[in-house]
């Protein structure tokens, strides 16, 4: 089995025009035999008749002179047969391998016959004409002296396509290296992807197939680029995010051996432990949860809810947070009914409504609001709190962002949130998006069908 492709390539083109050269060759010898042989005996014919006519005009011994005298002599032999067998001829070529004539065909001319001798099968080699003399009835042959001019033909056409096959065979033979050369330039940047070197440049200008390849390949490196860079900053997130309470949980326990530590010393620093352990079990259940969305096993359990209750129900479950801060709600909540995964979409409001009241000012106003159009419902949930910096939007919904860092240190979370949100809403085939300016409040849309497909 060959495995290069240039030999593969140049395997094929010698094969394909060889093939298609014979084959050409043979069926237009088919086509236009008729027509050659027809074309290429005319001469010859036309030189027979002269030399009948000029032995009808003159005297044998006079005629006999002249033929020997006529230059076509150098292209064609002549012999004369009496009815005896007896024969004459005319400029014999020495070593020349002349057409063996019959007696039937000595004696089909002798009757007015005229023949044809075709030993190529392509082109006339032998003429054979009755001649009248002043002693009778003769019958003369005509040979060409040299090849036939179909034969040379041939034998032309022949060279020209050797010569020809020789060219092209050349020709391909560089012009695909310049074929291959975009492969083998992808072949060597696949081996530098698998070895974690992204930094590769293809520098491929060519057009079509390969040109796309080659641009396919580069918008690939830059996604599995993009996504060595997500791997690593998780790593680097889980590590910071779990580091964080180990840290405290483990000096806090170290504390905790003292022997003279006072009873509410010794209370408080349980509390932080248990809180931060609390912390970290939120953390691993949502890198759970986030983990079973995108990688769509979590299969949606269809239920026909209304989405205003829904809502309310929320924001009731999570007045403990705003009524302690004096935050108010303004509701424009119609009736809404949809298909959908219950306990998921409540998680999308609790998550969404959660933001709004940590990032909202004491006293500050969050307003939800629906519309309902032909096959899908928005939601908008609106606050006026600090805002999302242009910059920080286009990140806000990947796990573990956190927009503003150093306020996220005073209310908590652990930046997955948001990234739980976005995967929730595609897979029941909807849109999230962000509106926001700093220091003016955010608001998140939420665009859902009406009838969530199976999931």
Known sequence: MIRSLYTRVVLIF?????GGTVLSFFVATWLYRD????????????????IVRIYDTFPDSEADDFVRGMNQLQSYYIRIYEAAG????YSEPPGAQLETITAEQVNQVLAGAVVQGNKSGLSTTLLGL??????????????PIGPPSSAFVLEWITNFSVYSLLTGSIVILVAAMFVVRPIKKLTTATRRIAAGDFNVKLNIKQQGELGTLARSFEEMMIDLQQLEQLRRDFVSNVSHEVQSPLTSISGYALALKQMNLPDSERSRYLDIIIAEADRMSKLSDSLLKLSLLESQTQQLQLSTLSLDEQVRRVIVALQPQWSARSIRFDL??????????HDLLN???TNLLGNSIKFSADGGRISVSMKQELKQVAIRISDDGIGISPEDQKRIFERFFKADRSHNRKVGGSGMGLAIVKQIVLLHHGDVRVESEPGRGSTFTVTLPLTAPDG
């Open 14 to 18: 010698l094969v394909s025009v060889i």
């Open 130 to 143: 009755p001649l009248t003399t002043d002693n009778g009835t003769k019958a003369m042959f005509i040979e």
């Open 332 to 341: 424009q909540l119609k009736t809404v009914r949809l298909t959908a995964d």
């Open 86 to 89: 007896q024969y004459q001829s």
């Open 35 to 50: 027509k050659l042989n027809e074309n290429l005996q005319i001469p010859m014919l036309r030189f027979g008749k002269d």
């Open 347 to 349: 998680q999308v409001w």
